[in-house]
């Protein structure tokens, strides 16, 4: 097999999460869904190597260089093949554009109003609201929301430091009363863990993050379990209840704002539900 060319569009932790991430997907689309013919028998379901580059039109070798976390360099045009070829939602092809470091063509213009005086007076808000960044940190939230999320209690780890902020993905996973507190926990926890890979893209090798998913993997069997699926989902709003150990069952719609200045931030507003016309 010819030695794979080297390019420092990637390192070696984006590499091998971009090829984990097309492996996966991979795997999980029949032929018969990709359009092709189910020939003879498999050993594994899902698409093979050589089935994936034909509809790609890129080699077989190139695909599993891929998928091994090698150094190739997929161009923006053999990424929106490999995105339209998977089959792809709108959030997985945003990640996997990340993973690649690459610039989607297809990707929506920044928004053009800033929310940044929301974000600085979030305590104002008369309703739950907080902040979270890149990590998921709770890095500013009023007083509904610590009474709503039990002040975000969660036990401290090894890698949580004393005086560190809380976050979100170690309350919902590390304390036993989320799992109360949320209603259809499982479910919620399930699409938050998608969200949050889908909002983590190619920044996922970067030390603060790896370091939380590490320590999260180490701590939660159920936690690991849905990284390992690789599911990358957009961000949503809705409907959220909880039931709460003082205020019983408590319905909000969830609002998230983005700033355009500072996109690394989002601002999370648990609203009363709109009185049905």
Known sequence: M?????TPSTTPDSGRLLGEFIRE???????AAAGLPATGRR???????????????????????????RHVAPS???????ALALQLTAAERTYLFALARRRDPNAPAA?????????????????????????????????????????????????????????LFRFLFLNPQARVLIEHWAVRSQRLVAE????????????????????LIAHSPEFSALWK????????????????PLHGHLVYEQLTLRAALHPEY????????????
């Open 2 to 6: 010819p030695v794979p060319p080297h």
């Open 25 to 31: 997907h991979r795997n999980r689309l029949s032929p």
């Open 43 to 69: 050993r594994a379901p899902g698409l093979r190597r050589e089935e994936l580059a034909t509809l790609c039109g890129v080699s077989a070798t190139w695909i599993t260089w891929l998928e091994q976390g």
């Open 76 to 82: 923006t045009k053999t990424l929106e093949r490999l």
């Open 111 to 167: 928004p053009s109003s800033a929310v940044d005086a929301v974000l600085r007076s979030v305590r104002s808000i008369h309703h739950p609201a907080y902040v979270l960044n890149q990590r998921w940190d709770v890095v500013a939230g009023n007083a509904p929301a610590a009474d709503l999320f039990l002040n975000w209690q969660a036990p401290q780890t090894h890698s949580a430091t004393e005086g560190a902020p809380p976050n």
């Open 196 to 215: 949050f890979r889908a909002d983590c893209g190619g920044r996922l090798h970067a030390a603060p993050l790896r370091e939380l998913i590490d320590d």
């Open 229 to 244: 699926l690789n599911d990358v989902q957009e961000r949503e709003g809705g409907e959220r209840g909880f039931q709460h």
């Open 266 to 277: 989002k601002l999370v507003m648990l609203l009363p539900r709109a009185a049905p016309a």
